[in-house]
C-alpha cells in the first residue's frame, strides 16, 4: 500500500505551522476546510466501482471464497455467512415475492460499500481509514488507536473489530483489493464471478451503464440504483427487480454524506475560537479595569 | 468451582493487592528520601517502609474499607485481563455496538464533569466575581484528575492506546473526534498548569524540598500567567466539550430523534456549563463533609442560582429545538427512549431548576446539595448516555447492556479519582485556610 499519498496539502498546512502565529493557524484552518477528499484527488466520478446485479447472482460463493483466498483469510473454503474480522464479503439469501407473484430467492452480496465521502474516513482522528483517489476506502493500521469511532459512523455496518485480540487489535473490512487494483488487476471477487453479476469500472461509466440496463429492461429492474445518492454516493452500485428494503438493505439513509454536516460544524471552530478568545479577554480587560487594577490574577489566597 | 481454580482469579487478586501496596510503599519511601523521616517514626523499631495501619471507628468501617479495597483490586484486575484477552473478552461490546459505558460515562459524562474547572476559573478571573476564589483551587483539582481519569478511561477502552499519541501528529481538521483528542490533550496540560502553583505550595511546605529548589519562585511565575491560563481553559473547554455531541452529528440514522439535533454541540456545551455551576456545589459539600470544613452556602447558593439560569436556556433551547424538527410527537410515545428522555428534562433539568429558583430551598445545604446531584445525574450523566446508548437501541436493536466487568471498571477509575482527591486535599492547600474565609 502506498505511504505516499499524504494530501499535498496537510503537509503544507503543517509547514506553515511552523510561522506559528495563533492568527495564521485559524486562518489556514479556514482555508484547509474540505471534505474527506483531498484537493489533489480526482473527482470521485473517476474512481472506481463495482456494480452488481442482484438479478444475475445466483449465491455460489465464489465471490466470498476468492475473497478469502485473496487476502489471505482462515477458512478459504468454508462459505462465511456474516461479516467478521476474519470475513470481508459474503452472500445474503433473502426470500422474496418476485414481480410475477411468485416465491423466490435473491442473494445479495455484502461489503464495504466504498462511500464518496466516507463517514469513517471524516470521523477518523488518525487518518487510519484513507479514501484514496482511486476509489477503495483503505484501513491502515499503523495509524489506529483502536477508537472504533469508524464502526459507530458507518452507515451500513460493516467495519469488524478484533475483540479479542488484547493489544494489536484491527479494524477489518473489504478494501477492494486495493493491491491488486495497484497492479492493474480487478478485485478478487468480481473476477471470481461466473454469471457476471459484478463490473469492475470507473464510477462514472457503471452509473451511465446501470441506468442504460434499466432504461432497456424497464420491467426487469426497480427503477434505483442503490449507492447513486445513498449518503451522498458509494462506490458499490445495486441493481435488483425486487424493491432495495425487502433485500435487508438500509432504508431511510440520507441523501447527503453525514461527514458534509460534520465538516459543516468544523468549518465553525476558527469562529468559535476567535470568538471566544476576543470574549473572553475582553472580559478580563473589563472587571480588571473596574475593579482598578491591572491585568494581575485574583488569589485565593496570600502566598506564604 | 472453576472459578476459585483460575489462574486468572488469582492474579487479578494478586494485582489488585500488590499493585496498591507497591504504590503505597514507593510514596512512603519517596517522602522519606526527600523530607526525612518524621521523627515521630525514627525510632530503630520502626522500618520506614512500614505499612500504615489504619486505624478503623467500628468494626463495620473496617468490613467497608475491606470490600472497597476488594473491589478496586477487582476492577485493576479486570483492567490486565482487557489487556490479555481483548476488549470482548471483559466487556458486552461488539461490532453492532461499538461504544458502551467506558465511552459514554467515563469519557463523555466524566468530560463534562469535569466543566466546573473552566466555569469557576472563568466567573474569578475573566468575570469578576472575586467571592468565588475559595472555590477556585478545588474545581481545578476536580476537573484535572477528572481529564486524568478520561484519559485513563481512554487507554482501557481504545484498542490500540500506544497509538493515543496520532492524532497530535497526523492532523485531521475534518475528523470531530481529532479536535477532541487534541483539545483534551491540551486542556489537561493546562490544567496542569493551572494547579501546579498548588503542588508546589505544597512542595514548599516540605523544608528538604523548599531548601532545594525554587517551588514558590515558580509558583508565582506561573500565576501570573493566571489570566492567560483561564482564556485557554475556555476557549479550550467550548470547543471539546461541544464536539463530544459533534460526534454524534455524523450517525443520523443511528440516534433517537429525541436527541439527535445539528445543535447536538451547542446543547453539549450549555449543559457543561450547567453541570459544572452543580459539580462545584456537589464536590464543595462532600469534601466540607469529609474534612469537617464550614460550607460556603452563600456561594454555593449563587451558583445554583446561575445554574438555574444556564438550565432555563438549556430547556428552552432543548425543546425549540425538538418542535423546530418535528420531533414533538415523539414526546408523548410509550417506549423506553420516551421513558428516559422525561426522566433527564424531568429531574435533571426541570426540578432543579425549581430547587434552585426557590430563595429559601436554596439556602438549606440538603435542598441545594439534592437539586446539583439531579443535574449531574440526571441531567447530564443520563443524557450522554442517552445519546450514546438508550437512544442508538431502536437502531441496533436491544444488543447491549454493560457487563458487570465494564460496571466495576468505571466504579474503580472513579475510586480512583475520589481518593487522589481526597489526597490532595489532605496533602496540599487546595481548601484556603479557615482564617481566611
Redesign the interface.
Known sequence: MSRTDIPVS?RE??KRMGTGAVGLVALQ?VS?????LAADDPPPEEAWGILIDLTRCVGCNSCALACKASNGLPAPDVAPSA?SADVYTFVEAHTVTTADGTAGTRYVKRQCMHCVNA?CV???????MYKSPQGPVVYRPE???????C???C?F?V????????????INKCWMCFDRLQQGEQPACVSACPTGAMRFGKRSELLAQAHAQIASNPHRYVDHVFGEHEVGGTSVLYLSDVPFEELGF?T???ETA??E???K??NQ?PT??GG??AL??G??IF??R??NRS?????????? | MSLIASPVLWLMIALGVGIPLVLIAGVRYLAYRLAGRPDSIASPSFDPLELPLPRFASSWQAVRMLVWVGLLGGGVGIIVLRFVYGIGAVTNLSDQFPWGLWIGFDVMSGVALAAGGFVICAAVHLFGLKRFAPLTRPAVLTAFLGYLLVIAALVVDLGRPYNIWRPLVHWQHHSVLWEVGICVATYTTVLFIEFLPVMLEGAHRVQAVARRLPVMPVARMIRKFTVVLAVLAVVLSTLHQSSLGSLWVLVPEKLSPLWYSLYLPVFFFISAVAVGLAMTIVESTLSSRAFKRGLELDLLADLGKYAAVVLVIYLLARFADLIARGAGPLLVQANLQTAFFWLEIGLGVVVPIILFSIRPLRYRPAVLFSAAVLVVVFGVVLNRLNVSWIGLLPYTGPVYFPSWMEILVSFTLVSFGVIAFGLAAKYLPVFPAEAER
Open positions: 496537510r498546512f503543517l484552518w484547509m476546510a474540505q471534505p474527506a461479516l463517514s471524516s470521523a477518523c482522528p488518525a487518518a487510519a495509524r489506529c488507536l483502536g477508537c472504533r469511532y464502526e459507530v459512523a452507515p455496518g467495519p469488524r473489530f478484533e475483540w479479542d485480540n488484547g493489544l494489536t487489535p484491527t438500509p431511510g439513509l440520507p453525514p461527514p454536516e460534520t465538516e460544524i468544523m471552530l468559535v475560537i471566544m478568545t473572553m479577554t472580559a478580563a472587571t480588571h473596574k475593579s491585568l494581575e490574577p485574583i488569589q485565593a489566597e496570600k502566598e506564604e
